[in-house]
């Protein structure tokens, strides 16, 4: 058995020279032995004096991930943590694809235990706790902690404290050694250090502090214990506070629930706002869309008229053959109390200008005339109306359509579809095919363009793009518009 000894400073590097000239001698795992420096004497050790056999490949090549891995877990307190990454290190040789097998045993033990690793030093930066030493007539103030790691893991926090603390003079003492920053000058000590002075007087403010920030409404017992286990609680000044703030926890939340103002249910408020007012429909009728559209914008039937910015009425010539009735306004449309000028709006243009129409040629309008939103940050999320909503609004699709006296009605969408037939459903199995509504009108379903923008999949988005603009080419001759005949060519 070969006994390999590490030093004190800079094992980790150690190992890797001595465990790469080794393997590149083919030397099996069973025959080496490393010990760290604080390790006994084996028994064995020098019993196989034999020289090595000479190195039988120039190179080896084993991929990062295995460097990385072997750089955490090497500072793992088990005995045979060397052994055990030695013996990872010849099977990743024979097999390069090894790193990536979670279910091989050896290197699963090796991930578990660089893991561990990793956590020690999670716990080392969090649970430090400097204690100041500054005498009279110093110009750095000097620091000292007292920490217990599970792990070899005080030289590899050395980095983090340098830059962390590097304007102060400060000692680390643990039972597995020292790491000391002196007037810049940094020292690492694998021996035992004593115990430095275990208060300060900044930690009576410190304490005070803790239990003033302490919410007993958030307390959470198991997570609390799962990130600051028991274990360094006697280091850490805080810790005695902890059992009696637990143990008082559900008293005081009780009092801040006590302390709280009382507000007053959320359906009182809404029994404490203004109805709604239904706008009084002239006794003749509308004589015109101008006299329509300015009864519209003082509408207040249902509550989306408290948040949207404006009334989108339709826009176009009075009787036209065509009529376009979408959902409902959206961010942009809401702004500019304009229907379909947002990306939706361009994508509908285009599919007029294919079919040879001018926005100008056909009236537009909307199912709903409020934007419907949930407020999110500085956006606007769409909302889609609901039931009640499209049916109280459908009062003014109603007044528009007798004023505008379409040839054909196109809806688009479900939304649409439900207001004009009272059925918004198989929109993609009605679509393109001609229905008539409750009183006898000519419509057409097809799709509403803003679904097609949300549609996730581009080739698909691209498909239903080709479909919106054949249903409106149908639209056209449906309707007899002039512009039949130019759309039947294209």
């Known amino acids: 058995m070969r006994e390999q000894r590490l030093p004190t400073v800079g094992s980790f590097a150690v190992w890797r020279a001595q465990a790469r000239d080794l393997a590149l001698r083919n030397v099996p795992a069973e025959e080496v032995s490393w010990r760290r420096h604080d390790a006994p004497q084996s028994l064995l050790s020098g019993v196989d004096d034999a020289p090595l056999p000479p190195p039988s490949v120039t190179a080896l090549n084993v991929p990062q991930s295995f460097l990385d891995l072997a750089e955490d877990a090497a500072c793992h307190s088990a005995a045979d943590a060397h052994d055990l990454l030695y013996g990872l290190l010849l099977c990743v040789v024979k097999e390069p694809g090894l790193m990536s097998n979670p279910a091989d045993p050896l290197l699963a033990r090796v991930q578990a235990m660089a893991k561990s690793v990793r956590r020690d030093c999670h716990k080392m930066k969090a649970f430090v706790r400097f204690r100041e030493l500054t005498g009279e007539g110093t110009e750095r103030r000097r620091f000292a902690a007292w920490f217990e790691p599970e792990h070899y893991i005080v030289e590899r926090m050395a980095g983090f404290f340098t830059r962390r603390f590097a304007d102060m003079d400060w000692l680390i003492a643990t039972p597995r050694g020292s790491l000391s920053f002196i007037a810049g000058a940094l020292a690492f000590s694998a021996e035992e250090a004593a115990r430095p002075p275990d208060h300060d007087d900044v930690e009576t403010l410190w304490r005070t502090y803790y239990g003033s920030i302490f919410n007993p409404a958030r307390l959470k017992v198991k997570a609390m214990t799962a990130e600051m286990p028991k274990k360094y609680w006697k280091n850490l000044p805080e810790a005695a506070l902890i059992p009696d703030l637990i143990r008082t926890a559900s008293e005081r939340a009780q009092a801040m629930r006590n302390s709280m103002p009382t507000l007053p249910p959320a359906h009182l408020e809404k029994m404490k706002a203004p109805a709604v007012q239904r706008p009084a429909e002239p006794a003749g009728g509308f004589q015109n869309l101008g006299e329509l559209h300015d009864s519209a914008r003082h509408c207040q039937r249902c509550d989306l008229c408290r948040h949207a910015t404006q009334t989108v009425c339709g826009e176009g010539p009075q009787q036209v ?18 229907p379909f000028v947002g990306p939706a709006g361009q994508l509908f243009d285009e599919a007029l200008a294919q079919a040879g129409l001018a926005r100008s040629a056909v009236y537009v309008t909307n199912a709903v ?12 999320i769409h909302q889609r109306p609901n039931t009640s909503e499209i049916e109280i609004c459908r009062w003014w699709v109603t007044q528009e359509i007798e004023l505008v006296q379409p ?18 459903s198989r929109v993609m199995a009605r679509r393109g095919k001609p229905e008539r509504t409750a009183d006898g009108r000519l419509l057409l379903p097809t799709l509403h363009p803003s679904a097609i923008l949300r549609h996730p999949d581009q080739e698909a988005a691209r498909e239903l793009i080709s479909q919106l603009h054949q249903d409106i080419r149908a639209a056209v001759a449906l309707a007899g518009h002039p512009a039949a005949a130019s759309a039947a060519r294209q």
């Open 321 to 338: 053959r065509l009529m376009f009735v979408g959902e409902q306004p959206g961010d942009r449309e809401d702004i500019e109390g304009r």
């Open 369 to 380: 005339k409020h934007f419907k939103f949930l407020p999110r940050g500085k956006r606007r």
């Open 407 to 424: 040839g054909l009605l196109v809806a688009m969408g479900a939304t649409a579809l439900l207001s004009l037939t009272g059925d918004g």
